[in-house]
């Protein structure tokens, strides 16, 4: 649903993804992790259009959505006009399967996105992306600023997604536990390169991966 050949992309002189190469296969949830400034955000803005490679190649297999990090919602619109917003592209404008897969935003559906908590805010973009009815979602960040039990729940709407649907995924995350808990591989990237990439459960197991992102080996 992605593949991503021999990426590089730079903001001028500097460059930002290396020579990166990558893949998400049809009903695959795939990690990328990496500190901050590893390029994470860039590679997912890349992937969703915004920014332009300076060489290689970017190929979907379908419609991507993606829910960015920092949410990047319309604050002073409604949870509704938020979602319809999402649904532009595929001409969607009903959000009832949306409802159906995050019921709590047909409670939020008339209040202004800006005055919702964070957990709220990123239910919210979930949903939007989902307007587009998507193939793979591109997932920047899902624990970022959030309660471990709001992360927790989002992570089980994203898994009953990948399930029942076959939703492809790529999850960019900084938090590795939860990454390697929901993904059966994962990339590390680090200063806009790649330098390992495998099964979730064999790069836990790396002394140098947990180290860096486990805070030690994992038992």
Request: proline letters at 4%; hydrophobic letters at 45%; charged letters at 20%.
């Amino acid at each position: 649903m992605i593949a991503v050949e021999d990426l590089v992309v730079a903001y001028g002189t500097a460059v930002a993804l290396d020579h990166v190469t990558l893949q998400v296969g049809a009903g695959e949830m795939v990690a990328l992790l990496g500190p901050n400034g590893a390029g994470k955000s860039t590679l997912a803005n890349t992937l969703a259009g915004l920014l332009r490679p300076a060489s290689g190649t970017v190929t979907t297999g379908g419609r991507l959505a993606l829910i960015p990090e920092g949410r990047q919602l319309f604050p002073d619109l409604t949870v509704a006009d938020n979602l319809a917003l999402g649904g532009w592209r595929s001409g969607a404008r009903d959000p009832s399967a949306v409802y159906d897969v995050l019921p709590r935003l047909a409670e939020l559906a008339k209040r202004k996105a800006g005055v919702l908590s964070g957990g709220e805010q990123q239910m919210v973009a979930f949903g939007r992306a989902l307007m587009s009815r998507p193939d793979v979602l591109v997932v920047d960040e899902l624990s970022l600023g959030l309660a471990p039990a709001v992360t927790a729940d989002l992570a089980a709407h994203l898994t009953e997604l990948n399930r029942s649907r076959g939703l492809a995924v790529l999850l960019i995350e900084q938090n590795a536990r939860l990454a390697f808990e929901l993904c059966g591989r994962a990339y590390v990237l680090e200063s806009g390169r790649l330098v390992t990439e495998g099964r979730s459960a064999a790069l836990a197991g790396d002394p140098r991966v947990a180290g860096a992102y486990l805070g030690g080996a994992v038992t």
